[in-house]
């Protein structure tokens, strides 16, 4: 047993999936739920995401060895003083959070006499709200843990452990660089997404109705990305600005040089370009990151 008394903060898709995961696959731990939306936190109690839902933060934590804190990064400094009163002091303190260096400042001035450890389970689905949650989410999914310096080695193991028997594939990775490599792989690409959904909704050339009912493949995963939590994703790019202005300028370079090929009539340039982010796909199936069925294998996800 890595963790018995596990506190989710937040009982979104993440937390709700945390909860049913750990029943699932950790049935001697017991679990505390907490979300500050009660309608949230009714129906919590009724798909029965934890083993008892609390009605404040605090109560969830009071005799929590294990506290994840699963709401948007620019709330995890207020839900994290919410507990500081209640909290043991050999509690562990982690999170789920897209942004490891902002994420780990708010949550060590809230809680400074306890261990904190960040991660991000690299796992997640378009949408959010209680009724997303399922149990198999982190099946074959990486989660980073970003470890602090220096970092109690027991308590890192004892999390490592904990999102293993969840499912999860395990990587420890500095703060900083695990903020670039997301900025590259997952938030500038919702960025991207949500451009395109929004220039294509703004077009006077060509109605709404057109856009909806003539989308290709392309477009309609465009939109299923931009239909994440606008809360969160707000805060991800203000937390992670940084790093995603970094990445965004690398990105319009890029696209600029792929305009004067098309604009010169280049072929081969564009041949070369596509040849190369085609293998990227593949690879990225061949790492059991996704499915190569069509629609990705996503009319057959098991919720």
Not at 99 to 114: F, H, R, T, V, Y
Not at 117 to 132: C, K, L, M, Q, W
Request: some cysteine; overall charge negative.
């Amino acid at each position: 047993m890595t963790f018995q008394r596990i506190a989710i903060i937040g009982l979104g898709l993440l937390g709700g999936s945390i909860g049913l995961a750990v029943r699932q696959h950790l049935p001697g731990a017991t679990t505390t739920g907490y979300d500050r939306d009660p309608q949230v936190r009714k129906r919590a109690t009724e798909r029965k995401l934890a083993d008892r839902i609390c009605e404040t933060a605090a109560d969830a934590a009071r005799e929590a060895d294990l506290v994840i804190f699963c709401v948007p990064p620019g709330a995890m400094g207020d839900a994290a003083r919410e507990i500081a009163g209640a909290l043991p002091a050999d509690a562990l303190v982690s999170d789920v959070g897209s942004c490891k260096q902002s994420i780990a400042q708010a949550l060590g001035e809230a809680l400074p006499d306890n261990a904190i450890i960040p991660a991000h389970p690299v796992a997640g689905t378009e949408n959010s709200g209680p009724d997303a949650g399922f149990a198999t989410l982190f099946h074959n999914r990486w989660c980073i843990i970003t470890p602090p310096e220096p970092c109690n080695l027991l308590l890192l193991t004892k999390l490592v452990e904990f999102w293993e028997a969840l499912g999860a594939n395990v990587e420890t990775m500095d703060a900083q660089h695990h903020d670039l490599v997301l900025a590259v792989t997952s938030h500038l690409p919702h960025l991207i997404a949500y451009t395109i959904v929004g220039t294509a909704s703004d077009l006077e050339e060509v109605t709404r109705s057109e856009v909806i009912k003539y989308s290709a493949g392309g477009f309609r995963d465009f939109t299923r990305i931009a239909a994440s939590d606008p809360t969160m994703w707000r805060d991800v790019f203000l937390a992670n600005k940084d790093a995603v202005l970094e990445m965004l300028q690398r990105f319009t370079e890029d696209l600029t040089a792929l305009q004067r090929s098309i604009r010169v009539g280049d072929g081969d340039a564009l041949f070369d370009h596509f040849a190369r982010t085609r293998a990227i796909r593949r690879s990225i199936i061949e790492e059991g990151q996704d499915d190569a069925r069509p629609d990705f294998g996503r009319a057959d996800h098991d919720d």
